[in-house]
């Protein structure tokens, strides 16, 4: 049998191949930064951490103009290291990983931002109701290209920033996470069976805020790719 239709599969460029990274699912971890937890009125003591999910089609590469999401007057950026796994314990197993294991599923690393549609996520928690169209929505993942593990080196020190319009707005570093890469992915691991081309967003640093159409935002991590999204006006 053939399928009715193609779907595109969303991938990722790498640095130095001429091979893209195929997305198979994004997962997103929540409030991952003390100082963000404390300014979202959460705590930032160190509880199970909180997983949510993007679809692929959120994905956009660098240097991308990117329209104003739909049915929201208050989208926040949110910059994240994000971490692409891949490798033969994902494919063998994939579950129930081990820290050595889970070290070992991490393939490249980069620069992204979680763009939230923050009145509809307000709603949603107020109601008691799923985070879906507050997170998962069309190109509300941009992302640089990633950077190999071997060429990145160790990030656990690097800083994470982000601008908008030139205006530093969010500052952090990356060993300020509550949960380490190696911990998420093995907590991820006893809920979802993880697979080569997945995308984990592992938490923001303190300072979201509101960005609008015209904004231009560049986000950086040591030693990786600087991310640049411009949002423009909806035809």
């Known amino acids: 049998m053939t399928n009715l239709f193609e779907v595109p599969c969303p991938s990722v460029a790498i640095i130095g191949s001429n091979k893209c990274f195929p997305v198979h699912r994004v997962y997103c971890v929540g409030r991952n930064y003390a100082a963000h937890a404390r300014e979202m009125g959460g705590s930032p003591e160190r509880e199970s951490p909180f997983f949510f999910s993007k679809?692929?089609?959120?994905?956009?590469a660098n240097d991308a103009s990117i329209p104003f999401p739909l049915?929201?007057?208050?989208?926040?950026?949110?910059?994240?290291?994000?971490?692409?796994?891949?490798?033969?314990?994902?494919?063998?197993k994939g579950e129930h990983l081990t820290v050595s294991e889970a070290k070992e599923a991490v393939f490249a690393y980069?620069?992204?931002?979680?763009f939230t549609r923050r009145d509809l996520q307000a709603e949603a928690k107020a109601k008691g109701r799923p985070w879906d169209t507050a997170k998962g929505f069309d190109q509300s993942a941009p992302m640089s290209?990633?950077?190999?593990l071997a060429d990145a080196g160790d990030l656990m020190d690097a800083n994470i920033s982000l601008c908008v319009n030139g205006?530093?707005?969010?500052?952090?570093?990356?060993?300020?996470l509550i949960w380490s890469v190696p911990e998420l992915i093995v907590e991820l691991s006893t809920?979802?069976?993880?697979?080569?081309?997945?995308?984990?967003?592992?938490g923001t640093p303190a300072g979201v805020s509101a960005v609008f159409p015209g904004d231009e935002l560049e986000a950086r991590i040591d030693s990786l790719e600087t991310l640049r999204v411009r949002l423009c006006v909806r035809d």
């Open 110 to 114: 980069a620069v992204g931002v979680d």
């Open 71 to 92: 049915r929201t007057q208050d989208l926040h950026h949110e910059v994240e290291l994000v971490v692409a796994l891949a490798g033969d314990a994902l494919a063998a």
């Open 167 to 176: 205006e530093l707005k969010q500052q952090g570093k990356i060993s300020e």
């Open 191 to 202: 809920y979802y069976r993880l697979r080569p081309g997945d995308l984990i967003f592992t």
């Open 145 to 148: 290209r990633l950077t190999l």
């Open 55 to 60: 679809p692929a089609n959120a994905i956009v």
